[in-house]
């Protein structure tokens, strides 16, 4: 047997108060604000009156946190896959629109299709996928959830869906918190829902971790 269905959650907002894009950097809690938005997911998925069996999160504290809330409405165990933490990034702990101004840190723009300043999008799609489908194997029966960070998400929506890697990353449909749903149908993962249950608590949210 395997997974019904692959929910990827976003986690919440995270205690930023400098704005910097934090990235892999350690210490980035969720906020109060993430708190609750993190309960806002478990809520919604506990709303779906289906079965969840299986949780996964990005080894991050803001990811472990986010899972914490959905881990103890499912009476779940958190199991960590370092596939699916967000990408390197060279802008970590700088504030983006001062670095943009300094000539020194250019040259990592120089190919945005890459994209030069951080992990390739390829591999970022290969280790994600990689990540699904374990997630959906190893799951004997019900759904599988795995808690990760908004590119990595947008990375397998993209590829699942056909739409080009290369992006803006301001045109990304993948909010705090926010959950996109797969399944696996005729041998192949295939997006079936998205929701923002968190839409609520968005108002003036802090959301600048990653590019």
Request: charged share 20%.
């Amino acid at each position: 047997m395997v997974a019904s269905q692959i929910h990827l959650v976003r986690h919440g907002e995270v205690h930023n108060p400098t704005r910097v894009l934090y990235g892999r950097l350690p210490g980035f809690r969720l906020s109060e604000r993430g708190e609750l938005m993190a309960a806002a997911a478990a809520d919604d998925l506990a709303a779906r009156d289906r079965t969840i069996t299986r949780l996964v999160a990005s080894p991050l504290q803001r990811a472990q946190e986010s899972a914490a809330p959905i881990a103890s409405r499912f009476g779940l165990e958190i199991v960590t896959d370092d596939r699916i933490i967000e990408p390197t990034n060279h802008f970590e702990g700088r504030i983006m629109r001062v670095a943009l101004r300094n000539p020194a840190n250019w040259p990592a723009l120089r190919n945005p299709r890459k994209p030069s300043w951080g992990e390739p999008y390829v591999s970022i799609v290969a280790r994600m996928l990689d990540a699904v489908r374990d997630a959906w194997e190893s799951t004997e029966t019900g759904d599988a959830v795995l808690v990760s960070h908004q590119l990595p998400i947008w990375m397998v929506h993209s590829s699942l869906t056909g739409t080009p890697l290369p992006h803006d990353p301001r045109q990304r449909r993948c909010a705090l918190s926010s959950i996109t749903t797969f399944e696996h149908r005729d041998g192949a993962f295939v997006e079936v829902g998205y929701s923002d249950p968190a839409a609520p608590l968005s108002a003036g949210a802090t959301d600048v971790g990653a590019v």
